[in-house]
């Protein structure tokens, strides 16, 4: 493969460390020094083509408050910045607002620096919030940064698509951009959170059973997998979502690019058996996609991984350099072995 000519962005800053669940003592699974080690895992293999930015350059505060509102509410954006929005930040800590707005606001600067030309491929660790609704947070997610990423590159001329893989489902980003025509694609575990028998992205009557939720009309796709399910039925997904994908010809894709169905046991279980094969052959297969429609644009967030300390930024960084590359000859290849 032949190495992006733009370099990586990576939207980065040291106040993504303050995102501290639970206790605040590091012990929660997503310890937010698992993006800290991501860029450092990308820093030792590309050196100076990784270009990092700062997601709160001073003085950009005020009109990313301003983005904040095309998805989400008043009330909610209120209670979000101002320390009240979940029991899991265990009380009122500004810290927390802080960094929670700081990971929407690196989205934003990704975004930019798409629609300026600067970059084709932009991978935010701490973003991909998708299960953060229009009024509420939802499952460690406040801002749902990829549906105002989307909204934004549509608004910007572009025509974005949005793909995740997680062992749970992006309800929230399909859940905002339902009426649009962006279309949302959700390869996810489907018996377990976000509802594991009755949600949007699942049918009730196939609880229990591999299958597709969907609805071309309104453009959203859901690919459940179920407990167990490894590298063999992902990529069957994968496949299903190269088709999706195929027929809709985005000239930019959105990932959420989840590393908790990794086989190794995370601190919120281990549902699924997905190796680093699986999460490559993934990532080829979106290279290979930005390659024949977008022109290489991509922009990644890492969504779900709960082993913060080895498995989750090595498959991150696995996953963006791969797609950092373009012509995804790999996918073409494993696939047609079959």
Not at 23 to 38: F, I, Q, S
Not at 60 to 75: C, F, G, M, P, S
Not at 241 to 262: C, S, T
Not at 318 to 335: C, Q
Request: hydrophobic share 40%; net charge negative.
């Amino acid at each position: 493969m032949t190495s992006n000519a733009k370099p990586l962005a990576v939207a980065y800053g040291d106040v993504y460390l303050d995102w501290l669940l639970g206790n605040g003592d590091g012990n929660h699974p997503t310890n937010p020094v698992r993006a800290k080690l991501a860029l450092e895992k990308l820093q030792e293999r590309l050196a100076d083509q990784v270009l990092v930015l700062n997601p709160t350059p001073e003085g950009t505060a005020e009109a990313d408050e301003v983005q904040l509102a095309k998805v989400h509410t008043e009330d909610h954006i209120h209670a979000a910045l101002h320390n009240h929005v979940d029991p899991q930040w265990n009380g009122a800590r500004p810290e927390m607002s802080a960094a929670g707005f700081a990971m929407f606001r690196g989205t934003v600067r990704l975004v930019e620096a798409l629609i300026d030309g600067r970059i084709n491929v932009g991978f935010n660790p701490q973003g991909a919030k998708h299960h953060a609704y229009a009024d509420h947070s939802s499952g460690f997610c406040v801002f749902n940064d990829m549906a105002w990423a989307a909204l934004a590159l549509k608004e910007a001329g572009l025509k974005p698509l949005y793909l995740d893989w997680d062992i749970h489902a992006g309800d929230g980003v399909q859940a905002i951009l339902e009426d649009t025509d962006i279309p949302t694609i959700s390869i996810h575990n489907g018996q377990i959170f976000p509802g594991a028998t009755s949600s949007p992205n699942r049918d009730p009557e196939k609880h229990g059973q591999r299958h597709e939720f969907s609805n071309p009309h309104k453009h959203f796709y859901n690919l459940n997998l179920l407990n167990g399910d490894g590298d063999e039925h992902f990529k069957a997904a994968i496949d299903r979502a190269r088709e999706i994908i195929d027929e809709y010809k985005p000239n930019v894709i959105l990932l959420a690019a989840g590393a908790d169905g990794h086989e190794a046991p995370g601190k919120l279980g281990n549902p699924n058996q997905i190796t680093y094969e699986g999460f490559e052959y993934a990532a080829s297969m979106v290279a290979s996609a930005a390659a024949a429609h977008s022109k290489g644009r991509v922009l990644i967030g890492g969504a779900g991984g709960y082993r913060p300390l080895d498995h989750t930024p090595e498959i991150w960084a696995n996953v963006v350099l791969a797609i950092n590359n373009i012509g995804g000859s790999r996918y073409a290849e494993k696939k047609n072995k079959g």
